[in-house]
């Protein structure tokens, strides 16, 4: 068990629709990140948040969006669903500002589904 | 884009023997990491190296660096069945100013066959 927790598991949902996922971190980790994984482009970073503060951004969509809450949770949403948008979704943590410089530490991950 | 790609893309081999993983990337780094993910679970981290070390252990675990052919190697020696994982290598790269962002590749497929 990382310390990472993320919910919910599993998201089944349509076309079209929005979402939200939550991450909450390790306890005593400032930094957030979010990657995509699925099985033609593999596990992409997205966005980090450090402290409340957006740090980092990758690959990600206009249509999603991140934000990290003072309690350091975070909350990554997916709106005008596409079915390519059907990937697992991780979020990880780490102390420091930069986690390409240290480990991060993953959750089990949200796998969503859309139809 | 992949900064890191993994060779072999898959890998069986009996259980006791020793299995090596490589990663190229393209441009200079500061480090590199490796990550582990049992299907469909979370990554765990193994090690992270230094572009100025060469070598390093953790267990049965050794990876070595050539930053002068931008490449990396993991050895797993003795596996196990519990070794069954995609092993995945990652580098920094900078995703704008003084921010990095980690770049994963896509990953070796380690099957160990008790």
């Known amino acids: 068990d990382s310390g990472v927790t993320q919910t919910p598991k599993h998201l089944i949902t349509a076309t079209g629709q929005r979402v939200t996922l939550r991450c909450s971190p390790r306890s005593g980790d400032l930094s957030v990140y979010w990657y995509q994984q699925s099985l033609d482009q593999g596990l992409q970073f997205l966005i980090q948040y450090y402290n409340g503060e957006e740090r980092a951004k990758g690959n990600i969509l206009e249509r999603f969006s991140a934000q990290q809450f003072p309690d350091l949770h975070s909350e990554l949403n997916l709106s005008s669903l596409e079915l390519g948008d059907s990937a697992l979704y991780f979020c990880a943590s780490s102390v420091a500002a930069s986690g390409a410089f240290t480990k991060q530490y993953f959750g089990p991950g949200t796998r969503l589904t859309v139809l | 884009s992949q900064q890191g790609e993994e060779d072999p893309q898959a890998l069986s081999i009996q259980e006791g023997e020793n299995a090596t993983m490589n990663c190229s990337y393209k441009?200079?780094?500061?480090?590199l990491q490796w990550y582990r993910q049992n299907s469909g679970r979370g990554l765990v981290h193994l090690i992270l190296i230094r572009s100025n070390e060469r070598e390093k252990h953790s267990g049965r675990l050794r990876v070595t660096l050539d930053t002068s052919k931008k490449s990396s190697s993991l050895l797993i020696t003795a596996s196990r069945a519990a070794d069954t994982a995609s092993y995945f290598c990652?580098?920094?790269?900078?995703?704008?100013?003084?921010?990095?962002?980690?770049?994963f590749g896509k990953g070796t497929l380690l099957t160990v066959n008790p």
């Open positions: 990652a580098t920094d790269s900078n995703s704008g100013g003084s921010n990095y962002k980690l770049t």
């Open positions: 441009t200079s780094i500061n480090n």
